[in-house]
Each structure stands twice: as structure tokens, then as C-alpha cells.
T-cell receptor, first 114, second 115 residues
Framework: DAEITQSPRHKITETGRQVTLACHQTWNHNNMFWYRQDLGHGLRLIHYSYGVQDTNKGEVSDGYSVSRSNTEDLPLTLESAASSQTSVYFC?????????????FGEGSRLTVL | AQSVTQLDSHVSVSEGTPVLLRCNYSSSYSPSLFWYVQHPNKGLQLLLKYTSAATLVKGINGFEAEFKKSETSFHLTKPSAHMSDAAEYFCVALNYGGSQGNLIFGKGTKLSVKP
């Protein structure tokens, strides 16, 4: 079955370190997204991509970067982790045809920055 | 500005009783609206969607929602709650012509189901 997987599922790191969260989907979807989920804020969009070599900033992109070198993967990098980036991160993907809003989500990566 | 407001952060019901999760939206255009469910330690899953066809939308697991333009509402209901319905529910909006990068998530309603 097609799926979307995130790794690691849990990570603890220190302030100032670089962290990369991986996202891999086998749906062959062109669209991929990264969200963070925090209590009281719901889900907020960090970065998204509509295809290979395409990346766009979302609502809360400061301190984060992504790259899209193939269809399957959209890694999220925190260049210099800050305590404010402690959160649960979700990757999602969707088909390109039609703007339906239907996203397929991974199970999340819980990041703690000490 | 476009927004989605979930009127209750937490709803508690008894098993077998009806569920009502409320969502209001504001939009300059005819929106597409969605409900997603998130079970503990899981990603979000689409429950149902409204895209300007029938105003009463049926979803998975017995849930349905009614789009009411006059009230700018898209409330989620289920006639009889099951223990497995305990989860967090998100109302989501997409403006007509908007890209998926412009999905607007409500802050979520946590549903508890008591035996």
C-alpha cells in the first residue's frame, strides 16, 4: 500500500544544532507539505512544494528550509535549532490535479530542543 | 481575512449519544470545507469534504456535516458516539481558487467519549 513515512518519530536535540526531519511518500504525489502542531495553534504551514525543484514558504518558515530533489522526499531542516521549535511536525502530500484540499498525513515527528 | 473558528476546544459525550462539533468560517469566496480527525499519536485523516455540491456531506464512520451559507457554519455531527470516536477533530477551509498551500486549519476540538 502507498504510504507516507516520517523519521525519526522522536528526537531530542540541543539548541544550535542542525536537525533534519525526513519525509518519504510512495503515493507519487507532486504536492508535499510540512506543518507544525502546537497546543492552542492547531496546524501551521512551514514549507510546501508542488513538484521537483519547487519550494515555497508557509506561514511559519523562519528557521526552516526544505529541498525537493525527487518526487518522493521532502526533508525539513532546522539550520540552528531553537527551543521555540520544540513541536510535533507533520508531513503531508496530495495529488496535483484539482484543488481538493485532501491531504495524506504522516504520523508525525516529535522534536524536543533543549 | 479568511478564518476558521472551532467553537469548542473540548467536547465530552457519553457513548451512544449524539455528537456535535461546531465550526464557523469566514471567507470572501465560496469555500471548500473539510473535517479531519486525528487519533492520539497519529497523523490527520480526512473525514469528509464539502466542495459546493450537496450541502449535506456524509463521511466515514457515520459522521456527516451540513454546509449552511447563511450561518457560515459547517458543523460535524454523528447520531451515536462510539468509544473509538475519541480523537481531535479539525475543521479546514480552502478558498475558491486557492492553492493547497492556503489551507486554513481550525485549532481543533478534542472529543472525549465516556462509557
Amino acid at each position: 500500500d502507498a504510504e507516507i513515512t516520517q523519521s525519526p518519530r522522536h528526537k531530542i536535540t540541543e539548541t544550535g544544532r542542525q536537525v533534519t526531519l525526513a519525509c518519504h511518500q510512495t503515493w507519487n504525489h507532486n504536492n508535499m507539505f510540512w506543518y507544525r502542531q502546537d497546543l492552542g495553534h492547531g496546524l501551521r504551514l512551514i514549507h510546501y512544494s508542488y513538484g521537483v525543484q519547487d519550494t515555497n514558504k508557509g506561514e511559519v518558515s523562519d528557521g526552516y528550509s526544505v529541498s525537493r530533489s525527487n518526487t518522493e522526499d521532502l526533508p525539513l531542516t532546522l539550520e540552528s535549532a531553537a527551543s521555540s521549535q520544540t513541536s510535533v511536525y507533520f508531513c503531508a502530500s496530495s495529488v496535483a490535479t484539482g484543488v481538493t484540499g485532501e491531504l495524506f498525513f504522516g504520523e508525525g515527528s516529535r522534536l524536543t530542543v533543549l | 481575512a479568511q478564518s476558521v473558528t472551532q467553537l469548542d476546544s473540548h467536547v465530552s459525550v457519553s457513548e451512544g449519544t449524539p455528537v456535535l462539533l461546531r465550526c464557523n468560517y469566514s471567507s470572501s469566496y465560496s469555500p471548500s470545507l473539510f473535517w479531519y480527525v486525528q487519533h492520539p499519536n497519529k497523523g490527520l485523516q480526512l473525514l469528509l469534504k464539502y466542495t459546493s455540491a450537496a450541502t449535506l456531506v456524509k463521511g466515514i464512520n457515520g459522521f456527516e456535516a451540513e454546509f449552511k451559507k447563511s450561518e457560515t457554519s459547517f458543523h460535524l455531527t454523528k447520531p451515536s458516539a462510539h468509544m473509538s470516536d475519541a480523537a481531535e477533530y479539525f475543521c479546514v477551509a480552502l478558498n475558491y481558487g486557492g492553492s493547497q498551500g492556503n489551507l486554513i486549519f481550525g485549532k481543533g476540538t478534542k472529543l472525549s467519549v465516556k462509557p
